[in-house]
């Protein structure tokens, strides 16, 4: 049974912030699960902090690139964030400023999230 995600669509200087978990050769978009009672923004907020030490200058509900996949429905937000990365190496093994056109292994949710957020923010 797939279970909920926070997932962050952080954009910047045209350039998406991936994330790759410790044991995985693929990137996907940084996030993950909920605490009790926390919506999607605070769930993107908190773990984009703990996972990145990046902090969130704003943050947009993005209903309409929610994505559902066979592990997970991604519940997407998009961030605005200061400072550059630093990953929390108990859960993650790198990041990229990814241009989307580089071929690089990727989690299936990150070319249908953009893909969303393209056709909406046009």
């Known amino acids: 049974m797939p279970r909920y995600r926070a997932t962050a669509l952080i954009i910047r200087n045209d350039k ?3 994330v790759r ?3 995985r050769h693929d990137y996907s978009m940084p996030g993950g699960g909920f605490k009790p009672r926390e919506s999607t923004i605070q ?3 908190r773990e984009v902090a703990e996972e990145l030490k990046m902090k969130v200058i ?3 509900r993005l209903r309409s690139c929610d994505h559902e996949g066979e592990r997970a429905h991604h519940k997407v937000s998009l961030l605005v964030v200061e400072g ?3 990953i929390d190496h108990k859960e993650l093994d790198g990041f990229i400023w990814w241009d989307m056109k580089e071929k690089i292994p990727l ?3 990150v070319k249908s999230i953009l893909r969303k957020y393209k056709i ?3």
Do not use: F, M, R, Y
């Open 16 to 18: 998406v912030l991936l």
């Open 21 to 23: 978990d410790k044991g």
């Open 43 to 45: 769930a993107c907020i």
């Open 58 to 60: 704003s943050a947009t």
């Open 84 to 86: 550059i990365p630093h």
């Open 107 to 109: 989690q299936g949710h």
């Open 120 to 122: 909406t923010s046009q």
